[in-house]
């Protein structure tokens, strides 16, 4: 998906000349769509920073273990969190193009180069995309 939205951003910055326009008109549809499922994704990061930032019942090296029984285990902690990250992701209408818990590493980079994708994509909702197809025409 990371490779997906860099292309986009690509597409963007330098259009095939014979499809400028259609260019345009694509990403002017879609960029709410395309900006609100990445943003819908990060919630799984806010979510992740929230846990980890919450402090633990009981001794710290009890929690731990206790942490990692559950994973090593399937708990139903570690179901349930993979059960609420399953359905941001159906949410998002990435179901069954991504894992129902994508890695945090994939939701830091994600985080990482949206500011430059809503540029872009801004840029073409304000019609920066349209002053290239009026110069070409």
Same mark, same amino acid.
């Given at each position: 998906?990371?490779?997906?939205?860099?292309?986009?951003?690509?597409?963007?910055?330098?259009?095939?000349?014979?499809?400028?326009?259609?260019?345009?008109?694509?990403f002017r549809a879609a960029r709410?769509?395309?900006?609100?499922?990445?943003?819908?994704?990060?919630?799984?990061? %806010?979510? !992740?920073? +929230?846990?980890?930032?919450?402090?633990?019942? @009981?001794? =710290? /090296? $009890?929690? #731990? *273990? %206790?942490? !990692?029984? +559950?994973?090593?285990?399937?708990?139903?902690? @570690?179901? =349930? /969190? $993979?059960? #609420? *990250?399953?359905?941001?992701? +159906?949410?998002?209408?990435?179901?069954?193009?991504?894992n129902t818990m994508p890695s945090?590493?994939?939701?830091?980079?994600?985080?990482?180069?949206?500011?430059?994708?809503?540029?872009?994509?801004?840029?073409?909702?304000?019609?920066?995309?349209?002053?290239?197809?009026?110069?070409?025409?």
């Amino acid at each position: 998906m990371l490779l997906s939205l860099k292309s986009v951003m690509n597409t963007l910055r330098a259009p095939s000349p014979p499809f400028v326009a259609l260019t345009a008109l694509h990403f002017r549809a879609a960029r709410r769509r395309i900006a609100g499922r990445c943003c819908k994704l990060l919630e799984l990061k %806010a979510d !992740a920073d +929230a846990d980890a930032d919450a402090p633990t019942p @009981g001794a =710290a /090296a $009890a929690g #731990a *273990a %206790a942490g !990692a029984a +559950a994973a090593s285990e399937g708990g139903e902690a @570690g179901k =349930a /969190a $993979a059960a #609420a *990250a399953g359905v941001v992701v +159906a949410e998002a209408g990435l179901e069954g193009v991504l894992n129902t818990m994508p890695s945090l590493g994939f939701l830091h980079s994600l985080q990482r180069v949206l500011p430059a994708l809503e540029r872009a994509l801004a840029a073409v909702g304000d019609g920066a995309a349209t002053a290239a197809v009026d110069e070409q025409d």
